[in-house]
């Protein structure tokens, strides 16, 4: 197990620990408003905590929210646990009639979806406003196929 610790010295020559920002811990909060669940994301999702990842996935499909937009601006990498929480949730969204989208993902993270194939299957965005452009169109092409 690699750790990384930092060390820096105060005014008196003291030394000590700085938090690394590659190594923060993973955190999810979710937001809900309206119809949507906004679920920001942070960290390292490379090792997680399983009961942490199916308590925040069981708050979220409890709100039985109609849309699921994640944003993973602020997560460095992902491992399988963060893979399996995305496929997850996204695999919740659809079953219940929903709508997901995943957005603001950094390079090193999309190389990973890119080489599992996740996103092939789970819709991205670049930001927030890109994503709430897309959950909005499929409910308009809902709407049209369900009036047809």
């Known amino acids: 197990m690699l750790i990384n ?5 105060d005014t008196h020559g003291v030394p000590y620990r700085i938090e690394d920002p590659l190594s923060k811990p993973m955190l999810i909060e979710v937001r809900q408003k309206d119809e949507i669940c906004l679920v920001r994301c942070e960290g390292h999702f490379i090792t997680a905590d399983q009961e942490y990842l199916r308590a925040k996935k069981d708050e979220i499909t409890g709100a039985n929210c109609k849309k699921v937009l994640v944003d993973f601006s602020d997560v460095s990498d992902i491992g399988s646990a963060g893979i399996g ?6 695999t919740s969204a659809k079953n219940s009639g929903g709508r997901f989208v995943l957005v603001g993902i950094r390079s090193r993270v999309r190389e990973v979806l890119d080489i599992t194939r996740v996103s092939t299957a789970i819709p991205l965005a670049a930001d927030i406003a890109s994503g709430l452009v897309i959950l909005s169109e499929e409910r308009l092409a809902e709407g049209i196929k369900n009036q047809g």
Do not use: A, E, T
């Open 5 to 9: 610790i930092r060390l820096r010295l």
């Open 85 to 90: 929480f995305i496929v997850g949730l996204y």
